[in-house]
């Protein structure tokens, strides 16, 4: 976990259990916390500081215990919510692995066969065009008056180039779906990982 995600946390448990102004406080008293101990110093000071959950737990009492009122509590209790195991605020915690396992199959199975066709068109599309253009190419060298030869070698010429950028176009392609899988793992499924390991 790093300290963007353990400050998001942290701002979870305080929303709605304090007045705004004061959860900003102590989010810039934190963020400055983790500031002043520096990108190697991240770890030790969560690990100083626990989860967020048990920081905002404390914060909480502490507050209770020098007699300030804190927002209205929701209807159902603060215990039940929080004290079950790997509660996370909705929809700021990520989703656990089954449910991005579960969506990749979905979109495999929808979206699969046209990023297939998509990548393959444009490979297929690609291939062709170079080896037709070369085709042109070398066949306008071969017994044409010279205006017909450099006609007919630029229409060649041009043919390859196109199949050049068919060719880019499903790399690009392949790539960006692999690039947009990491990030939605990355963001999603690797926060709720996170979480789940004890912050």
């Known amino acids: 976990m790093n300290k963007e995600t353990y400050l ?6 305080l929303t ?5 102004s004061e959860v900003e406080d102590i989010m810039n008293y934190y ?5 002043d101990a520096g990108e190697g110093g991240e770890q030790a000071v969560m690990a100083e500081l626990g989860s967020p959950e048990k920081l905002a737990q404390q914060i909480l009492r502490e507050r209770r215990e020098e007699g300030l009122s804190s927002v209205a509590e929701p209807e159902h209790s603060y215990s039940q919510e929080y004290a079950e195991p790997g509660y996370a605020p909705v929809g700021r915690s990520g ?4 449910v991005f396992t579960l969506l990749l199959v ?3 199975i929808f979206a699969g066969p046209s990023l297939l066709a ?3 068109g444009l490979g297929l599309s690609g291939l062709l065009c170079v080896f037709i253009g070369l085709r042109i190419t070398i066949g306008g060298i071969r017994g044409m008056s010279l ?3 450099l006609f007919q070698s630029g229409g060649g010429l041009i043919t390859v180039a196109v199949g050049i950028l068919l ?3 499903a790399v690009l392609a392949a790539w960006l779906t692999v690039r947009l899988i990491r990030w939605f793992r990355d963001t999603y499924v690797e926060r709720s990982a996170e979480y789940e390991e004890g912050y």
């Open 31 to 35: 963020t400055e916390y983790f500031e």
């Open 106 to 108: 979905v979109a495999a």
């Open 8 to 13: 998001r946390f942290l701002r979870a448990y």
């Open 147 to 149: 205006a017909g030869m």
């Open 118 to 120: 998509v990548v393959f």
């Open 167 to 169: 060719l880019l176009g």
């Open 16 to 20: 709605n259990r304090m007045p705004v």
């Open 95 to 98: 989703m656990s692995k089954w």
